[in-house]
């Protein structure tokens, strides 16, 4: 399953890094029991670490789209276009992300995510600025706006980069195969995203309440203060080190993947095999992927993100036309949260007593009787307000729901994706997500009119029906049935268990 957590004795030096060969040496800690809990000094540490760079990219996420909607505030093809060109370079740039966090040392990708992050956002801020001033007119306008779409996509990649290294790999090594340790870490991590999706908006949208600029400076001057603290004094000295200096096993060089080059420099041949190799090397993470036991939870877990019932741009937008202030929305956003933040201490609990698999099924079916009832309210209420406000209980309500599912979808995915591959499977996990938010800019692109906005409401309670739909068929596959048959009925036991990390398939 998960690597040891001692370090391997006896290595070659030449097979350390750089990195490794200047740290002082630690004795690894000893193994945890099953129900041990982490040395408070390394978890605080990480969650400090984990904090910083959550918060100040939930900060920009949420102003950047704000800060669009205000400036254009008679479309939504603006905030599209921008999330549209960012949601691309995730789907393309992802799979290389990845590969980069399979293949590069630990410490070194954290820190190159977290400072390419931070510089992408202050420039952001400074071209958000000559566009809110209307410097240089129409057309030098809309030439920073692209500069800010190629910056959006540098941020997108770096906060990939950042979670797929941290909440993906950082947490399962030093959870040491403690299933209790890791579903404390899995929920603690998510709880300080939450919690910075919270307070962010709320701190953006009051200073956005005095004036635009004041909420661009604001978040500027907040990267500004931290891309220095963060990686020297915090990620450089005490805080990531310190955690990758007491888990020898997060030093270790991880196992080589197949090449799949195809011949050796020396042959003729190799300028006609190049093409057909770069082929396999893009085709061949997309394959491992579809093929492998965890791809069906986390295809259902992405279709979700085909969706604009989410407080995302789409959104937001449509309440600002709609008669909504910036600190409504932020209000009623924080409210979603303060649910959503609920669901990492439901989910799990829900997961201890009947498991990850039938955890899942039970929040996405959660999440669909929320949103058919927030549609239906949409669609059938004559008052436009009462339309809007039955939208948005339904959106909050679902919310529950849906990080109940991503919580159990990613302890599937840690328990049986190889070490080898959780950066490329995670990668192109996160290129598919991007796909499906792709799509769902791409259909306020072409109805950019906020009285068009029925059309996208329907097409993603339609995408939460099929994600429900592929969950269920991953429950019936790995169980053996879906509806749990009570004893006096008999029991009908799973044909095989794919993993087997998944311990109360069967209650």
């Known amino acids: 399953m998960v690597s040891s957590i001692g370090g391997r004795k006896g290595s070659a030096p030449n097979t350390q890094s750089e990195t490794e060969s200047l740290l002082p040496t630690a004795s690894p800690p000893p193994p945890l029991a099953p129900h041990q809990h982490l040395p408070n000094g390394i978890t605080l540490r990480l969650y400090l670490s984990h904090f910083l760079s959550t918060w100040n990219s939930r900060v920009f996420e949420f102003g950047a789209l704000l800060f669009i909607a205000n400036l254009y505030p008679n479309t939504l093809l603006p905030g599209s276009l921008y999330a549209l060109v960012?949601?691309?370079?995730?789907?393309?740039?992802?799979?290389?992300?990845?590969?980069?966090?399979?293949?590069?040392?630990r410490l070194r990708v954290v820190r190159v995510s977290i400072v390419a992050q931070r510089i992408a956002v202050v420039l952001s801020c400074g071209g958000l600025l000559v566009v809110r001033g209307g410097v240089g007119g129409f057309v030098w306008g809309a030439v920073v706006m692209g500069f800010l779409a190629v910056l959006a996509c540098c941020e997108k990649l770096a906060s990939v980069g950042n979670l797929i290294a941290v909440e993906r790999d950082w947490v399962v090594v030093v959870a040491g195969g403690n299933e209790d340790a890791l579903q404390v870490l899995?929920?603690?991590?998510?709880?300080?995203?939450?919690?910075?999706?919270?307070?962010?908006?709320?701190?953006?949208?009051?200073?956005?309440g005095i004036s635009t600029v004041v909420?661009?400076?604001?978040?500027?001057?907040?990267?500004?203060?931290?891309?220095?603290?963060?990686?020297?004094?915090?990620?450089?000295?005490?805080?990531?080190?310190?955690?990758?200096?007491?888990?020898?096993?997060?030093?270790?060089?991880?196992?080589?993947?197949?090449?799949?080059?195809?011949?050796?420099?020396?042959?003729?041949?190799?300028?006609l095999l190049r093409p057909c190799s770069r082929l396999r090397s893009i085709c061949a993470?997309?394959?491992?992927?579809?093929?492998?036991?965890?791809?069906?939870?986390?295809?259902?877990?992405?279709?979700?993100?085909?969706?604009?019932?989410?407080?995302?741009?789409?959104?937001?937008?449509?309440?600002?036309?709609?008669?909504?202030?910036p600190l409504h929305i932020s209000s009623l956003r924080g409210i979603s949260v303060l649910l959503e933040i609920s669901a990492t201490w439901l989910a799990p609990l829900v997961m201890s007593r009947v498991g990850p698999v039938r955890g899942?099924?039970?929040?996405?079916?959660?999440?669909?009787?929320?949103?058919?009832?927030?549609?239906?309210?949409?669609?059938?209420?004559?008052s436009p307000r009462m339309a809007a406000g039955g939208l948005i209980l339904g959106v909050i309500l679902s919310r529950i729901g849906l990080w109940g599912l991503d919580l159990c979808v990613q302890i599937i995915?840690?328990?049986?994706?190889?070490?080898e591959y959780r950066g490329s499977f995670s990668a192109m996990e996160a290129s598919v997500q991007n796909t499906f938010e792709l799509g769902s800019?791409?259909?306020?692109?072409?109805?950019?009119?906020?009285?068009?906005?029925?059309?996208?409401?329907?097409?993603?309670?339609?995408?939460?029906?099929?994600?429900?739909?592929?969950?269920?068929?991953?429950?019936?596959?790995?169980?053996?049935?879906?509806?749990?048959?009570?004893?006096c009925f008999g029991r009908v036991e799973p044909k095989h268990r794919v993993g087997g990390e998944h311990r109360r398939l069967v209650s």
């Open 186 to 208: 899995n929920s603690q991590m998510r709880r300080i995203d939450l919690f910075c999706k919270l307070l962010g908006p709320l701190a953006v949208s009051m200073a956005d």
């Open 285 to 325: 993470p997309i394959s491992r992927y579809l093929h492998h036991s965890a791809a069906l939870p986390s295809i259902a877990l992405s279709i979700l993100y085909f969706t604009v019932l989410n407080f995302g741009a789409q959104m937001v937008t449509y309440l600002l036309a709609s008669g909504y202030t």
């Open 215 to 271: 909420a661009i400076y604001v978040v500027l001057g907040l990267n500004l203060v931290s891309v220095g603290v963060e990686y020297f004094a915090i990620a450089g000295v005490s805080l990531m080190l310190e955690v990758y200096r007491k888990f020898p096993a997060l030093q270790e060089p991880r196992p080589h993947q197949p090449s799949t080059s195809a011949s050796s420099p020396e042959e003729p041949v190799e300028t």
């Open 413 to 419: 995915v840690q328990d049986e994706v190889e070490p």
């Open 360 to 382: 899942g099924l039970w929040s996405v079916n959660w999440q669909l009787l929320c949103v058919a009832g927030a549609v239906g309210a949409f669609l059938f209420l004559e």
């Open 441 to 487: 800019y791409a259909m306020t692109v072409m109805l950019p009119r906020p009285a068009e906005f029925r059309y996208p409401v329907v097409v993603s309670a339609v995408a939460v029906v099929l994600a429900a739909a592929l969950f269920a068929g991953f429950v019936r596959r790995r169980r053996g049935h879906l509806v749990h048959t009570p004893a």
């Open 86 to 105: 960012r949601g691309v370079s995730a789907v393309l740039g992802s799979p290389r992300v990845g590969r980069y966090v399979d293949s590069g040392d």
